[in-house]
């Protein structure tokens, strides 16, 4: 169940809605803790463990960090080394590629989408 609970931290933490200084502060440690057979009833036809309860009460927290570029780009600037490639065309390609991600299951962050494209378009970069 630990790994469980690790993965299930970590993947809030890559989403931002995770901080690691509440994992300095023990809430990881709480949620593993927390008993699976102890339920807490919401209605006659909902009953939800507590563990299962603060899992769904995180994932359901806007990020609190965002782990994304926040600077405006200005599109006349350009790559170094690559004229006519703009910083700004590299940075809505790997937001595109960061969509794409999310709606397969598999959430990739901004750094990840642009060392991909970066891969994948080695023009937009050299």
């Known amino acids: ?51 299962e309860f603060m899992m769904r009460f995180l994932t359901s927290l806007p990020a609190v960090v965002r782990f994304e570029e926040l600077a405006k780009t200005d599109p006349s600037i350009t790559s170094r080394n ?22 397969q299951g598999s959430p990739i962050s901004f750094t990840e989408a642009v060392k991909q494209v970066a891969r994948e378009n080695p023009s937009m970069v050299e």
């Open 82 to 103: 690559t004229p006519g490639v703009s910083n700004a065309a590299l940075s809505e390609t790997a937001k595109r590629l960061m969509s794409e991600s999310a709606k």
């Open 1 to 51: 169940m630990e790994s469980s609970i690790k993965i299930f931290c970590e993947t809030l933490k890559r989403d931002g809605k995770f901080l690691p200084a509440w994992e300095d502060l023990g809430l990881k440690k709480f949620i593993e803790k927390l008993d699976d057979n102890k339920t807490i009833k919401f209605s006659e036809t909902s009953d939800v463990s507590t563990r």
